[in-house]
């Protein structure tokens, strides 16, 4: 699709066809009369088939892409005794981040209630919705550790899949060049998952026009002020991560400036936001630290690659938040287990969402998964969160840096007279 000599992206197509989707289902909702065309044909035909036919492309991709780049992230940085204190000090600091910031979701998105009052007897509960079937947080603890590996790949059993894809990296790491060939193995297959999300995602423009046809001719207007409320919970609790738990962090652990620190780095935000990548952004933010902050490119070389594939905290955001969307939306209570468990499921599921444009919601469904939450709502929310992406991005780079440089001053990495220069 082209206008004049310009290229659309793929976050402008898709937002174009949420629009029109919305357009076509108020349309279909308020003046066409009941009829079997209008229904059989269009609403549960082909608005219907199209539609969950993109999510069913989306599940599909779920276990083997989180699998694989799991292994290899691991991989990467697995073997501890290398990494010394450098990648301990990382590796602990994403991972806390990553919970605060589904925490801070968790909070934001059950003070605002962005799925109350939305209507959703007439989108109907498809075979690809996933088990509302719940376990106690002891078995769902236990369930961590995986009996049979291949069974929890098979039946895609996110937990214990995750945790064996962790060990398997980490094994992979500390054999070196004795398993090489298994790791080339799952390094090229990553390759493939990753080739094949961006194939299914060139299709999400036709799946978000569907989905959002369907659901807006069953319910009307009554979709825009949900939707408008889970996309301010989401900016909101974006906003408090990044300004307050971050800068927050920053001041505390270094004593350094985050106002300088949120001046200097603002422009390699902003190109975060307009390439809706962190892979993007990697050697800017290398630069940017090295040259307008004083960080040891020693340090930033290895801190913001790894960060770019394991510290997603604005995906674990809009995860949380989607999981308050859809809960309230059907109806669905859920228990303080269920938070804890979906916490702990994003937090792990974020090591595993590589940093380019619309994974976090292949993603999702297995958050979904972990507390019986149907995949329809990831249908409502998908050309929403297409606009949100850009915003969560800046976030997870942000954070990138945010590490980047209290790890470097903990180990005298950090030229303060540099960092100090508004010049």
Excluded: W
Aim: aromatic fraction near 8%; proline fraction near 3%; charged fraction near 10%.
């Amino acid at each position: 699709m082209t206008i004049g000599n310009k290229k659309l992206g793929l976050t402008t197509k898709i937002f174009i066809a949420l629009i029109l989707g919305a357009v076509a289902g108020i349309i279909f909702h308020y003046f066409i009369p009941t009829s079997y065309v209008r229904d059989t044909v269009f609403v549960n035909g082909i608005f219907y088939v199209l539609g969950n036919g993109f999510l069913r492309l989306m599940q599909m991709l779920v276990v083997p892409l989180v699998f694989c780049s799991l292994v290899c992230g691991s991989a990467a940085v697995g073997d501890t005794a290398t990494l010394g204190k450098v990648g301990l000090k990382t590796l602990v600091f994403y991972v806390v981040t990553t919970a605060l910031a589904i925490t801070v979701a968790l909070l934001v998105a059950n003070l605002i209630n962005p799925g109350i009052g939305l209507d959703t007897s007439s989108i109907v509960v498809s075979d690809v919705a996933l088990s509302q079937e719940k376990i106690s947080l002891a078995d769902t603890l236990l369930n961590i550790i995986p009996t049979n590996p291949i069974n929890a790949l098979a039946t895609g059993d996110m937990l214990p899949t995750i945790v064996f894809a962790l060990i398997v990296g980490i094994i992979l790491a500390k054999l070196g060049s004795k398993t090489e060939t298994v790791s080339n193995f799952f390094s090229q297959f990553n390759d493939i998952m990753m080739e094949m999300t961006n194939i299914v995602m060139q299709v999400a423009p036709i799946g978000v026009f569907c989905l959002i046809a369907k659901t807006f001719s069953g319910i009307g207007f009554s979709a825009f002020v949900p939707l408008l409320k889970y996309m301010f919970s989401v900016l909101f609790a974006l906003f408090i991560h990044c300004f307050f738990v971050y800068t927050g962090m920053l001041k505390t652990m270094t004593g350094l400036s985050p106002i300088k620190f949120i001046k200097k780095f603002f422009p390699v935000m902003s190109f975060a936001f307009s390439t809706a990548t962190s892979n993007a952004t990697i050697p800017l933010s290398i630069e940017t630290l090295e040259e307008k902050m004083g960080v040891s490119r020693k340090i930033s070389s290895f801190t913001i690659p790894l960060g770019a594939t394991i510290n997603m905290d604005g995906t674990a955001i809009m995860q949380g938040v989607a999981v308050v969307f859809a809960a309230q939306a059907y109806g669905i209570d859920l228990t303080m287990a269920d938070y804890i468990t979906v916490i702990a499921t994003a937090t792990l599921a974020s090591i595993g969402t590589a940093g380019v444009p619309g994974v976090g919601l292949v993603t999702l469904s297995m958050v979904f998964a972990s507390v019986g939450l149907p995949v329809e709502a990831i249908g409502i929310i998908m050309g929403i969160d297409r606009i949100l992406d850009m915003t969560r991005t800046a976030v997870n780079i942000t954070g990138d840096a945010v590490c980047t440089t209290v790890v470097a001053c903990q180990n005298g990495e950090v030229d303060k007279d540099i960092f100090n220069d508004v010049a």
